[in-house]
């Protein structure tokens, strides 16, 4: 019996003597390749690959996430030269930060829904976000500032993030980068809040121009 591999064509010859009387195996003497042969009486054949398996369907593309309502209108006012903040605070001094903001030309929402706000910020609704550092404890919803900390980093340096607290000197640099916020208040200092926020948005600007412009640039190309 003559056979042929069918992984590199290698000529097997076999004693017609020594074929059984059913299919049997035979390893290539060349390539090792383990191939099925016909039983004696059977016409000889050339061995054949097994089939190859199916091969799966590609993985379908996870759908884009749909924008809400809110981020398809904040997108026109974006267009239109209109700011948005959103303010997540508890006491005094929520309503001193929000007219400096409103000063500054945002338009502002206070809101007590952490979890609509949350959404809304990470779908680039808001360019402001001011909240305290509080830690939501056992079987509460997390914070406004935890939702920012998980919040993919290109995401989170498009939000000019505040956070308000008696733990904090305002305008402390060093607290700031801590916390990863832009600028940190007192709220004994919350009277101040504009020009503070003015300030630090202009140094902000000027740090990361760079890295807009660069961006700016791939995406026209």
Same mark, same amino acid.
């Given at each position: 019996?003559?056979?042929?591999?069918?992984?590199?064509? %290698?000529? @097997?010859?076999?004693?017609? %003597?020594?074929?059984?009387?059913?299919?049997?195996?035979?390893?290539?003497?060349?390539?090792?390749? !383990?191939?099925?042969?016909?039983?004696r009486g059977q016409p000889p054949a050339e061995a054949a690959e097994?089939?190859?398996?199916?091969?799966?369907?590609?993985?379908?593309?996870?759908?884009?996430?749909?924008?809400?309502?809110?981020?398809?209108?904040?997108?026109?006012?974006?267009? $239109?030269?209109?700011?948005?903040? @959103?303010?997540?605070? !508890?006491?005094?001094?929520?309503?001193?930060?929000?007219?400096?903001?409103?000063?500054?030309?945002?338009?502002?929402?206070?809101?007590?829904? @952490?979890?609509?706000?949350?959404?809304?910020?990470?779908?680039?609704?808001?360019?402001?976000?001011? %909240?305290?550092?509080?830690?939501?404890?056992?079987?509460?919803?997390? %914070?406004?500032?935890?939702?920012?900390?998980?919040?993919?980093?290109?995401?989170?340096?498009?939000?000019?993030?505040?956070?308000?607290?008696?733990?904090?000197?305002?305008?402390?640099?060093?607290?700031?980068? $801590?916390?990863?916020?832009?600028?940190?208040l007192h709220p004994n200092d919350t009277a101040r809040a504009e020009?503070?926020?003015? $300030?630090?948005?202009?140094?902000?600007?000027?740090?990361?121009?760079?890295?807009?412009?660069?961006?700016?640039? @791939?995406?026209?190309?």
């Open positions: 019996m003559q056979a042929q591999c069918p992984r590199c064509s %290698t000529r @097997i010859q076999i004693d017609d %003597t020594k074929v059984p009387d059913k299919p049997f195996k035979v390893r290539c003497p060349k390539c090792q390749h !383990v191939m099925t042969l016909p039983s097994p089939p190859a398996a199916p091969t799966p369907p590609p993985a379908p593309e996870e759908p884009a996430p749909m924008l809400s309502q809110a981020a398809l209108e904040r997108a026109e006012r974006a267009a $239109a030269g209109e700011r948005d903040a @959103i303010i997540a605070l !508890v006491g005094p001094a929520t309503e001193p930060v929000q007219r400096a903001l409103e000063h500054l030309g945002f338009h502002v929402d206070v809101v007590e829904d @952490i979890e609509e706000g949350g959404r809304l910020l990470e779908q680039g609704v808001y360019e402001v976000a001011v %909240t305290s550092r509080g830690v939501a404890g056992p079987g509460r919803p997390e %914070t406004l500032a935890q939702r920012m900390l998980r919040m993919p980093l290109d995401t989170r340096r498009r939000v000019f993030a505040i956070l308000v607290g008696d733990e904090f000197r305002t305008g402390d640099g060093t607290q700031a980068w $801590a916390v990863q916020a832009d600028l940190v020009h503070l926020i003015r $300030a630090t948005m202009t140094e902000r600007k000027r740090l990361y121009q760079p890295l807009v412009d660069a961006r700016r640039r @791939i995406e026209s190309e």
